[in-house]
Each structure stands twice: as C-alpha cells, then as structure tokens.
C-alpha cells in the first residue's frame, strides 16, 4: 500500500521511465538466465558424462579387449580361441594381465567423447520434441519419447565414435598367423607380436586410405549406437520408472500421505536400484545389435590397406595378397558363410556380462554428479 505514494512523489515523468526501465529489465533477465543454464546443462554434459565414462571404461576394457578377439577371428583359418576363457588364457598367458588393458589410452579418450556426446545429443533430443510441441514443457516425456532420444543421441555419436573404435579395434588385435592381423604396417617389432601404439596407427591408416578411411565400419557404428542408445536409455528410465512405482506403493502401502509420495519423486532412487537400472541398460545395449557390432569389429581389424577381416590374404612365406576392403554386407555374408548364426555372437555373453557393471557405474557416477555438483 505504501508503494504508490512514493511513486506518485518521484513524477509521472520519473515513474514512466522507471516503469520502463524495470519492464525492460525483467523481460531481458529470463532469457539471459534460460541461455546460461543452457550451457551450463551442455557444460554438465561433457564434463561428467566423459568422467562417467573413464570410469566404466576402466571396468569393462579387458573384457572388451577379449570380445574383439572373439569377434574379430578370420574365417580362412581355424579358430584361435574356443571361448572367452581360453582368450582370457592365451592373452594372459602371452601378455599378462596388464596385456589386457593394451591400447586403453584411446578408448578412454573414446569412452569420455562418446559419454558426453550420448548425454548432450539426447538432451537436444528432448528439447527438441519439447520446442516441436510433441510434449508440454513441463510434462514428463513419454517412455516411447525416451527411446527416439536415445536413438538420436546415438545415431549423431556414431559419426564421432568410428574413428575411435577403428584405432582401439586395430590395437586389440595382435596380429595372426597368415596375415589376418590388425595393422599391418603400423609400428611391426621383430619377432612376436607387435606393439602398436595410437599414433602410428593413425598415421598409416591416413597414408593408405586418407581421411575416409578413418570411417570404415561406419554403417556397423551406426545401427548399434543409434538402435543400442535407444535401448540404453529407454531401459534404464523404464526400469527407474517401475522401481518408482513400486516404491510410491511401498509407501502407501504403510500409510503415507499424499504428500509424502510427492515429495519422493524429488529423491532420486536408492543406489542399488540405479545400479539395475543402469545394468540393464547396458546388457539391453550390447545384446539386441551384437551382430552389426560382430560385423564392424571385423571391418576394422582388416589389415590397414586392404582385406576384410575374413580375407584370403596371408599365403606362405610371408606373401600378402592385398584384398579390396569389404562392405558391410560382404563382411555378414562373409561370416554367415563361415560360421553361420553362431558367428554373429561370438563374445556375446562375456559382453553382456561386462555392460552391466560397467553402465550401472556410468550412470551413478553421472547422475550423481549432476545432483551434489550442479553447474546449472
């Protein structure tokens, strides 16, 4: 009540300039405020998405070095390993342990590229379908909503993750008996198998194939990252949003109010029920587009110039025939020739065994940062 006569005591001149001034400022502020949390939420993205992902990278990669060992076996020779423990065996056995983590300076920078671009893309998924109107602003999305955000998000970080995977994939790989080997070119040592290195790697395949060539094995990146993302993150918030129901029951059930429900959707789940749901993200993720990955990882451990992963390269006395790299769909016919269905899930169990420790820790370590560290 008191604010009008003090107005009305400064002028109608000054107040009409006030009146002005403080219109122009309160409709200025939320767009600068809107603009900077906005790049605050892509800061939290890249950030803690790619420390999420250092940290499953480092649970996962010995059994992801075993699973391109799996995959990658050429199909003119007899199999160099039975089974994941017989590979876990001989690459021990010829490496050591630490042999397992060979080219993990790579895939680290690829785990933390991949991570943050996955969380990025899909909150520009979900801005999108909210600013397209498919969904009030302040409404929650629906779980089929969920799965197209994965999906986007994977499919724009298959173009940055190719790239990556092709070095890691060629450093795995020691080389085999007849050629069928990962890099051919890329840093040989005398004797025994050969060291290779990130950088040599990408240097020769630059010389041979250019730049293009950094992109071979693209469409197999493609259908698992958009397909597996969808997967990834519509498991886990479907697998959340049935653990919240089930917990607003629990708590009905022992006479809670309404308000009390209410005020436990604000409180994120208890930790073993983010980690299932995070491993069930993972093991969705890897299991349904095993095949295209089987397929990709056997494109890119073909030698560095030439042949598929299956090619007849590699005669006697050390002569190379070099083969025409294959497509996608010659390296499937490729397989299905040799070893029939069976072929495409070759490392498939240890696989998802791994993905479900490895992304129940990805998404802990993510969303626990974006709760007691918020940069918005």
Request: hydrophobic share 40%; with cysteine; glycine share 14%.
């Amino acid at each position: 009540m008191d604010s009008v006569p003090a107005q009305t005591h400064q002028g109608f001149k000054e107040a009409g300039a006030a009146s002005a001034s403080h219109l122009t400022t309160t409709t200025s502020l939320p767009t600068k405020v809107e603009s900077r949390t906005a790049v605050m939420e892509a800061l939290e993205d890249i950030v803690y998405g790619s420390a999420a992902g250092i940290v499953g990278k480092y649970i996962e990669y010995p059994f992801d070095t075993v699973k391109v060992r799996l995959q990658s076996q050429p199909d003119h020779l007899p199999l160099r390993y039975t089974g994941p423990l017989d590979c876990f065996r001989q690459s021990i056995r010829a490496d050591g342990f630490l042999g397992l983590y060979r080219g993990i300076s790579a895939p680290l920078v690829g785990a933390a590229l991949e991570n943050s671009s996955l969380f990025f893309f899909e909150r520009i998924g979900r801005s999108l379908l909210y600013s397209s109107g498919f969904a009030p602003r302040d409404s929650e999305l629906s779980l089929s909503a969920l799965w197209f955000t994965g999906g986007f998000s994977g499919a724009f970080t298959s173009l940055i993750l190719t790239p990556v995977e092709l070095v890691k994939c060629k450093i795995q790989v020691p080389d085999e008996p007849g050629g069928g080997g990962a890099g051919a070119g890329a840093g040989a040592g005398a004797g025994g198998q050969r060291q290779l290195k990130p950088i040599p790697v990408i240097k020769e395949i630059f010389r041979h194939e250019g730049l293009r060539g950094f992109w071979h094995g693209q469409l197999g990146t493609l259908i698992r990252e958009a397909g597996g993302c969808a997967a990834w993150f519509g498991s886990k918030e479907t697998t959340s949003k049935w653990f919240r129901g089930r917990n607003e029951r629990a708590l009905l059930k022992r006479g809670a109010s309404q308000e009390e429900v209410l005020a436990s959707r604000e409180r994120p789940l208890p930790l073993w029920q983010q980690a299932i749901a995070g491993a069930s993200a993972g093991m969705s993720y890897n299991f349904l587009f095993f095949p295209a990955d089987t397929v990709k990882s056997r494109m890119q451990t073909s030698p560095i110039g030439g042949g598929g992963g299956g090619g007849e390269n590699g005669g006697k006395g050390g002569a190379t025939t070099v083969m025409p790299k294959k497509s996608f769909g010659e390296e499937a016919r490729a397989l299905w020739k040799q070893a029939g269905i069976k072929g495409f899930y070759r490392g498939c169990g240890i696989t998802v065994l791994r993905s479900a420790p490895s992304s129940a820790f990805i998404f802990m370590v993510y969303d626990g940062l974006k709760k007691y560290f918020p940069m918005a």
